[in-house]
């Protein structure tokens, strides 16, 4: 069962949005986020979805993939709708004791529902379309120029990139160690919360003191292989720009004017 | 011949928890000479994963001198060259891969060196080619066997083009497959590269196959030889708790009920041929 747990969700294609470069990807999911909360009308809002299901019919990731994304934030958006559509100040359409619901509240409850599913569902495609690892590699060099400033980008990279590998080892690990303890008859699915709590520790202790164990010994092979930190290191794998990438630039480019100019000329719909 | 490997006079020692001071090797002298293929035997405790860690600098001698290509491991400055020219492999697979994917792992050695990145992709396609893992660039670790892991890790040694490899027990953890899918890239690595192999294992049938074996016993150098020599010792081997491959154990017994057989067996297939001339004497004999 534990075996089942994927690392990020990445699925894999190879749409135009997988082969993009990472870097470029990390910058314009974060532009179209500003856009996000740039665009204020119903018809730049609007623009801003219908563009971003186009982006997830050409990386071909199915809506349902989409959904399973958005379905732990539902809480957060029907409480953030709720808060605004109550108290809003504006022209008032119903009103129940102390309650009342006006047009504006109604309207801005709309529209930053929206905005939160839009920007889960953006960050997400970036995750779906980018491998973890690929991703962690263009964080470390979208933030290299940190490392002037003594802020240790090579060395967080670097723990992401074992932990990532280190991830299935672990999980298998646990479930070795979970079948050699019900074997010596530990009971790890009944009782209350603090039982099953109780219940775990024989399983941390030694899956922490194998991690250690692992630790050293990785340590150790890293060193035989000369490792001596991100100084004088080069990568196999260079990222480089590509026709694709500055076109989807242009194309984030053209979308943020379009919203800028429409916000300004068609403002307020309602 | 060159040596590659000169150990002399190598005593090391380490403060246990109490304070107490332990002696691991005592005064050994070892020399491997370039392109050699060498098994060391001996016991758990024996000393000879101490001696393995001298070769790279990872330890350094509490007294006497390694020497690494005639660089003193205690030259901090070339510490770098001699990692380099001896590479070492450990005997759990999992824990000496860093990366999550083989080709990007293979080139971690590579990339630490700074080489340059499109000579990275040639050595790395090269050296995943070497050990028959090519197929496989693509692949994360964990979706590997045992044997495959543990040529990947083979294979991220020799991307750096290192003239000798130590390998510290790289079986023990894999099943008969794996063991001589790894077996046979090391032989492999010996024969056409010519990349110095040093085999420390408790396989015997795995000793038998090296050029020479090195036996050592409480920190010493009980016994070096070609393996034929070594093996047939049976009772010295034994009384050190070690064991001698299946086909020399066979023998001894049968010439310790009086059978005259050949002593220096360490096959099997020479053993069945020893057998077979021997039967068939014994059937030329009946007959007259």
Redesign the interface.
Known sequence: MLKDITIGQYFPGQSFLHRMDPRMKIILTIVYIVLLFMASTLVTIGMSVVFLAVLYRIAKIPGKMVFRGIKPVIPIVIFTALLNMLFIDGEVIWKLGFLSITKEGLWTAFLMAVRIIALIAGTSLLTYTTS??VLTDAIERLMSPLAKLKFPVHELAMMM??A??FI??LI?ETDKIMSAQKARGADLESGGLMQRARALIPILIPLFISAFR?AD??A?????????GGE???????LKLGGVDIAAALVFCALAAGVILLNLYLPMPF | MEQIISAQQVTFCYQNDEGESHEVLHLLDLDIPKGQMVAVLGHNGSGKSTLAKHFNAILLPSGGTVYVDGIDTKDPQRLFDIRQTVGMVFQNPDNQIVATIVEEDVAFALENMGVDPAEIRRRVDEALQEVGMYEYRMHAPHQLSGGQKQRVAIAGIVAMRPKCIVLDEPTAMLDPRGRSEVMRTIRKLNEQFGITSVLITHYMDEAARCDRVVVMDDGKILMDGVPREVFSQVERLKSVGLDVPAATELIYHLRQKGYQLRQDVIFEDECAEELARFLKEQNVDADH
């Open positions: 973890p690892i990139t074992i990532l590998r299935p080892t298998e692992r010994e990785l150790l092979a890293m060193e035989c292989r000369c490792y001596r004088g290191r080069t990568r196999m794998k260079q």
